[in-house]
């Protein structure tokens, strides 16, 4: 795990990438993926391999650092910040995944695992494994994966799950990531039609880890709640700075005065400061909890992964409405495409429309 200086180092060069991702925002949601030396630029940094453990050529990050590498990320570009988080999430998969398999999976350089935790696929028993058929939703980076993964009924029983991790060149992508926000993650359907999987390539999240890196003891539900939640605090932390930005420059109508001057401007632009700095507060607190927990062998207890699940929809929301606060006098830089202020309005809205972080 990094220690407290190589921490830092990370944070400082991600950092330094922002106005370069910042930069090539907009011409990445025109592509509908990100722009390709913004992707170089990721592999460089190792952003994707945060939770591939030493092993398997990862660069094992703790979590607190993890959160802070998506939420910078996202604060120069939602789709960027995204794509980063799943990326990166996706190596939680190593530590369930038998050593020969992960290994070809995880080791390579530009590793990247997109893929689906809907159980929309089948997998008929075979004498070595499994025979997958399918077709799954919303596999964020699929323009650049190397493997995909996703969770199949047995033999058509809803009640046996199975994940299966195949590589890229045996999957079909679709074309339908057609949205309003998050255009750059390109989250297309992939279908898998009648390939052979065997038994070192499937795994369950359910199952006792095979190796001992505290991130393989974070259920997914309470990572992705947490990861989520990072990426939406930086996004709106973007939406507050393009706001002020622009409230600075913009003049009223018949106004000597800018929009920043404006005493309901600035009641509104206090109040999204409020709510985004609370769920940051809250985001890292919970998160303590939850890495200190896995550092000492134990998955996070029930009560406290229920908190963080409804902590993780509740600052989503807190962070919707800083933003809206602020869009209600954008006037009409909110709707522009080339709009920083307005692709993360955008951004933000499509993220709080996943299933992990919409209100219950």
């Not at 999976?105 to 696929?121: C, K, L, M, Q």
């Not at 399918?134 to 058509?156: E, L």
């Not at 255009?183 to 359907?189: C, K, P």
Request: charged share 20%; net charge negative.
């Amino acid at each position: 795990m990094r220690q407290h200086s190589t921490s830092q180092k990370l944070l400082d060069s991600v950092s330094a990438l922002l106005p370069f991702i910042k930069q090539a925002a907009a011409e990445s949601e025109q592509l509908g993926h990100l722009r390709n030396d913004v992707l170089e630029a990721l592999f460089e940094q190792r952003l994707f391999r945060l939770f591939i453990p030493q092993t398997y050529n990862g660069e094992p990050t703790d979590l607190l650092t993890a959160l802070r590498v998506f939420e910078l990320v996202a604060s120069a570009d939602g789709a960027t910040g995204w794509l980063v988080m799943i990326g990166a999430g996706g190596g939680l998969f190593s530590g369930f995944i038998e050593d020969v398999a992960a290994r070809e999976i995880f080791a390579p350089e530009r590793a990247v695992i997109a893929g689906s935790g809907t159980p929309s696929g089948m997998a008929t028993t075979t004498v070595n494994g499994f025979n997958v058929s399918g077709r799954w939703a919303y596999a964020s980076g699929a323009h650049h994966a190397t493997w995909f993964t996703a969770n199949c009924q047995i033999d058509g029983n809803g009640n046996e799950i199975t994940a299966v991790a195949v590589p890229a060149d045996q999957v079909t992508i679709h074309n339908t990531w057609s949205v309003f926000g998050m255009q750059a993650t390109g989250s297309h359907d992939f279908s898998i039609d009648a390939v052979a999987v065997t038994k070192a390539y499937t795994f369950s999240l359910a199952n006792e880890p095979l190796l001992d890196d505290p991130i393989f003891r974070c259920p997914l539900e309470t990572l992705a709640s947490l990861s989520f939640a990072s990426v939406a605090i930086g996004i709106a932390q973007h939406a507050l700075t393009a706001f002020s930005e622009f409230a600075q420059h913009k003049y009223l109508p018949a106004c000597s005065q800018p929009l920043a001057e404006d005493a309901d401007v600035q009641q509104r632009c206090d109040r999204a400061h409020r709510l985004i700095f609370s769920a940051r507060d809250r985001l890292y607190q919970l998160a303590e909890e939850v890495w200190k927990q896995a550092e000492n062998g134990h998955n996070p207890e029930e009560a406290l992964r229920h908190q963080v699940q409804q902590a993780g929809v509740d600052m989503v929301q807190d962070c919707l409405t800083a933003i809206d606060l602020l869009k209600a006098r954008a006037g009409m830089m909110a709707v522009f495409n080339d709009s920083a202020f307005g692709r993360a309005w955008r951004d933000l809205h499509t993220l709080s429309q996943h299933a992990f972080v919409t209100p219950k």
